[in-house]
């Protein structure tokens, strides 16, 4: 991957439910805030198809909000409308994972859908739900090449990613898997 280059984000509603505005002092708040503002002043793009939108409406915070009108008045925001992955989601019902993980990763395929059909980057929050769907990439092919970054406890792969740098690649679902 070369530098400088853009990438399309999809960006998970629970970044926009926490981000903090300048105001902010928590480290989660202003975490997400920070990362926010670069994606804003870097070249990168925002994913939303309407299931997304539809979920950051619902839970952003007042600099989210802000932030999402700023990027569409920049023209930074691309809107896909794209059809659901019906065998991803028939394979992941079919793995190993309990009931409650299956479900946990079927709420979260807006992102993977999305990444899967942009850039294969999602930025979210939740670590637990990115171990789940790390451990099926050992055996669900379309997993291994999407890079989940989560900007509050991956400070590293943020910079990576908002610098494209080539070692963002170590924050694939399948080289996380290898360390799971």
Known sequence: MK???????VIDASVARASGGVEAVHPTATAVRDFLQQVLIICHRAVMTPAIRLEWEKHESA?????????VSR???V????????GLRV?????PA???DKSAMIKDMLLVEAAI???ERIIALDDRVKALFSEESKR????????????VTNPAGVKALLKADESERQWTLAAMSKAV
């Open 3 to 9: 530098k400088n280059r853009t990438s399309r984000l």
């Open 63 to 71: 600099f989210a909000r802000r932030w999402r009108r700023s990027m």
């Open 75 to 77: 023209k930074k925001l």
């Open 79 to 86: 809107a896909l409308d794209l059809p659901e992955m019906p």
């Open 91 to 95: 394979a992941i019902d079919d793995g």
């Open 98 to 100: 309990s009931n409650k």
């Open 117 to 119: 059909a942009t850039d």
């Open 140 to 151: 669900i092919a379309e997993l291994r090449g999407l890079v989940w970054i989560n900007p």
